[in-house]
């Protein structure tokens, strides 16, 4: 997964040996924290459905603040499937492999069709050469100019909060994951066929349970927000105004990591339930990192403390970015596009 930066870059080597080391300590998984974590996240989603199944019975009125509740448990329940993909939550390999189909059950992901464009992801994050998988679809200023009218509005819809934060979470999880990607093998096409049957069986039997419309309003009050919160979390690490993109010969793994991905500093309860991605820069750097070790990691070496944190109230401002400014390297709004010297319409 790891690219190495052009070889003209003499201090590289001693960079990329300084974290090896910086990060090995926390590279190993720790049974008690992982299964701590399986206890008070998915026995407690499980414990949360049983009290709305009560509440359906007694006490309709708690059913609101139950949904939000199992929807904060659902985003840090993709957090530990996250990890699973990565083969960083627990030691053994089938253990993850085993807990992350789990979780896919859950969050309606197949997990090794997942796993596979996670991968991706992080081997061509920040990379303008090699956009397109597991990212936000972004163009360049000089890109957009040249587009026809259709493509520029498409973009520009894709980009809508609304589209992006409301009606995507419910593409990607109801529709999209539904379906191997055209470049899956077949283990991963098989992940997809074998989760919909899971998730299918899951269904009907939460419907015989709760009755068929109770369900798929709980269902997909859960989508919405845990989806839209999800996306966010997503869009925040990798959409910020000074973030890093290069072109391919000009491409450095760590310069993507901690330039190209962001430390969301989020209050200590929605750290909790989004399972410390907030150190994304860490994550990326090494994403054998578990996320029960990443704070640990950030507090022990000045080299990621010295990243600029993103907090709740500046990370707004990246819902008005939406190009990437290849002369200034940085992301700009449509409305600096007027003022932009190759905007010659």
Request: positive net charge; charged residues 20%; aromatic residues 16%.
């Amino acid at each position: 997964m790891l690219k190495e930066s052009n070889p003209g870059h003499e201090n590289h080597g001693k960079e990329l040996d300084q974290w090896k080391r910086t990060v090995e300590e926390y590279l190993k998984p720790h049974v008690g924290r992982a299964l701590w974590q399986v206890i008070n996240t998915l026995l407690v989603y499980v414990f949360v459905w049983y009290l709305m199944y009560l509440g359906l019975k007694f006490s309709g009125w708690i059913l609101p603040p139950l949904m939000i509740l199992a929807a904060g448990l659902l985003v840090r329940i993709f957090i530990i499937f996250h990890d699973c993909g990565h083969g960083s939550f627990f030691k053994n390999r089938w253990a993850n492999d085993i807990l992350g189909f789990i979780c896919g059950v859950f969050l309606f992901t197949p997990y090794y069709h997942w796993r596979w464009e996670h991968a991706l992801h992080h081997s061509t994050s920040g990379d303008l050469d090699r956009r397109g998988v597991g990212d936000i679809w972004t163009l360049t200023v000089q890109e957009y100019l040249e587009a026809t009218r259709w493509k520029r509005f498409a973009y520009r819809m894709a980009r809508n909060p609304i589209v992006l934060f409301v009606l995507a979470p419910f593409f990607i999880f109801l529709i999209k994951q539904r379906f191997p990607s055209p470049g899956a093998t077949q283990r991963e096409r098989q992940s997809v066929w074998w989760m919909n049957f899971a998730m299918t069986l899951m269904v009907i039997a939460l419907c015989k349970i709760y009755g068929w419309f109770p369900y798929l309003i709980i269902q997909l009050g859960m989508i919405a927000i845990a989806g839209s919160s999800g996306v966010w979390l997503f869009y925040v690490q990798h959409q910020f105004e000074d973030v890093y993109w290069e072109r391919g010969e000009n491409w450095e793994y760590i310069s993507a990591a901690l330039q190209g991905s962001s430390f969301y500093k989020l209050p200590k309860v929605l750290q909790w339930f989004s399972g410390n991605i907030g150190f994304h820069h860490v994550h990326h750097l090494s994403p054998r990192i578990p996320n029960y070790n990443l704070e640990r990691c950030h507090q022990s070496d000045p080299i990621f403390q010295n990243v600029k944190p993103v907090t709740l109230l500046s990370s707004l401002k990246s819902l008005s970015l939406r190009l990437w400014d290849e002369s200034a390297k940085k992301l700009i709004s449509f409305r600096h596009l007027s003022k932009h010297p190759k905007n010659r319409n």
